[in-house]
């Protein structure tokens, strides 16, 4: 049998695997850094992105919260002019309600009785005077009853007054302006 040396045809092929494999583990190296650079910068990106849309939040949010401050300063200033027209409002009704009280009382007071002091104090009234007798004091009192705008009439007291010319009783007399505001609110209708 001859004698065949297969050494350098081993080493060939073992150099030659040697090379495969280092030229393999070179290129999977390279690959692994080139996915790795390339996920990096795919995260980066999604990062980057994500710090926009949060940044964008962020001014929005600031925005809103600016705008939230405009709308309570507009609400509280509503509220005050709503207050003012109210204010306005309730002296527009009552800015003749003395001069219907002296027109009333003139159709209320019946002959007999003397009117000499008239007290008005928000919504209550006292009257205090003269009368000829008690009879036309109560018809008074009906009277105001009666008015409709006017309620809750009472005589607090009555005592003997002066008896020259005549004999007179001094009474005080206290009423409420009840309904003035539908009374007010029926005329302009």
Do not use: C
């Not at 940044?55 to 003012?84: A, C, G, M, P, W």
């Amino acid at each position: 049998m001859s004698n065949i040396n297969l050494l350098p045809w081993r080493i060939e092929h073992k150099t030659k695997k040697k090379n495969t494999f280092l030229l393999i583990l070179a290129l999977s190296l390279m690959s692994v850094i080139a996915i790795s650079f390339l996920g990096k910068l795919f995260i980066e990106m999604k990062i980057t992105a994500q710090n926009q849309r949060n940044q964008f939040l962020e001014t929005q949010t600031l925005i809103l919260d600016r705008r939230l401050v405009e709308i309570q300063e507009i609400k509280k200033q509503k509220l005050s002019l709503e207050h003012r027209i109210q204010a306005i409002k309730t002296l527009e009704k009552k800015r003749n309600s003395v001069t219907r009280l002296f027109n009333t009382l003139v159709q209320i007071t019946p002959k007999g009785v003397y009117i000499n002091d008239l007290i008005y104090s928000g919504d209550k009234i006292i009257v205090k005077g003269l009368s000829e007798s008690n009879k036309r004091l109560a018809g008074m009192v009906r009277n105001i009853d009666g008015a409709g705008w006017l309620s809750d009439a009472n005589i607090s007291s009555v005592i003997a007054g002066p008896t020259k010319p005549m004999k007179l009783y001094k009474f005080s007399l206290n009423f409420v302006v009840s309904n003035e505001k539908k009374e007010i609110n029926n005329e302009y209708k």
